[in-house]
T-cell receptor, first 112, second 114 residues
């Protein structure tokens, strides 16, 4: 089945620690996105990548980093500089010729 | 700046009680409006894309419509399994190129009681 997978489902971060969230897709989509979702707020864009080895900051990139070494993978690192990391993180992908984005199941990040 | 506003924030219906959710948008050069369904603790599930005013799309008990300023998601004879948060979104417009960024509304939490 084609789709987007995210792991882990739950992730716990200790203060000062960097953690990495995984996102993999087998839809052969060129573009991939990371969003953050907080209660009572809409989804906010963290980073996006339109093609391998290229990515751009979204609206709330501070404290986060990404890489895009393979078309299928777009991992997100939440660094110790992100002071309020507790949120639900969603990865999405899109065909270049279409606007519709498809989402993964999400990772919930909690701070210990 | 692109804006998407959804109303109401929450809607409680009895099973079989039809209603509508609203999504108002302000964007120059609309390149589509998307509806998603999100269950608690899960990622948004794509429902519909609408591209032009007057367009309608249906899926089971859901029908989405689009005007030049807003979109409606009509729910006919809802069932408890329709309970979810419904999100609408539009592609952002940045100098004619969106790079696929979506601007989301806050969502409407729908609860359907048996």
């Amino acid at each position: 089945d084609g789709g987007i997978t995210q792991s882990p489902k739950y992730l716990f971060r200790k203060e000062g620690q960097n953690v990495t969230l995984s996102c993999e897709q087998n839809l052969n989509h060129d573009a991939m996105y990371w969003y953050r979702q907080d209660p009572g707020q809409g989804l906010r864009l963290i980073y996006y990548s339109q093609i391998v080895n290229d990515f751009q900051k979204g609206d709330i990139a501070e404290g986060y980093s990404v890489s895009r070494e393979k078309k299928e993978s777009f991992p997100l690192t939440v660094t110790s500089a992100q002071k309020n990391p507790t949120a639900f993180y969603l990865c999405a992908s899109r065909e270049t010729a279409r606007e519709t984005q498809y989402f993964g199941p999400g990772t919930r990040l909690l701070v210990l | 700046e692109d804006q998407v506003t959804q109303s109401p924030e929450a809607l409680r219906l009895q099973e079989g009680e039809s209603s509508s959710l609203n999504c108002s948008y302000t964007v120059s050069g609309l390149r589509g409006l998307f509806w998603y369904r999100q269950d608690p603790g899960k990622g948004p599930e794509f429902l519909f894309t609408l591209y032009s005013a007057g367009e309608e799309k249906e899926k089971e008990r859901l029908k989405a419509t689009l005007t030049k300023k807003e979109s409606f998601l009509h729910i006919t004879a809802p069932k408890p399994e329709d309970s979810a948060t419904y999100l609408c979104a539009v592609p952002a417009n940045a100098g004619g190129t969106s790079y696929g960024k979506l601007t989301f509304g806050q969502g409407t939490i729908l609860t359907v009681h048996p």
